[in-house]
């Protein structure tokens, strides 16, 4: 911009209290499919030290509803090869 200014565009911004789930299903799940049908896709969570990235990406074994988008991918693949 002619002022100096700088413009960002997101695809989707969560509040602190979604689910993984959701997290998975709005985001990840759509970009697994496709990449399942031939086609590149990337997932990268990036930002400030704290703010929940490796949480999101990782999670936790139990409960399931915890499990992040990794876990959640492989499920993903393996039950539709």
Known sequence: N????????FDNV???NV????????TAG???ESVME??????FAYGQTGTGKTHTMEGK???EELKGIIPRT???VF???
């Open 14 to 16: 969560y509040d602190w």
């Open 30 to 32: 759509p970009i697994v």
């Open 19 to 26: 689910e993984q789930k959701f997290i998975y299903e709005d």
């Open 79 to 81: 039950d539709n090869i």
């Open 74 to 76: 492989f499920q993903h």
């Open 2 to 9: 002619a002022d100096g200014s700088k413009e960002f565009t």
């Open 38 to 43: 031939g086609y590149n896709g990337t997932i």
């Open 61 to 63: 074994d139990q409960p």
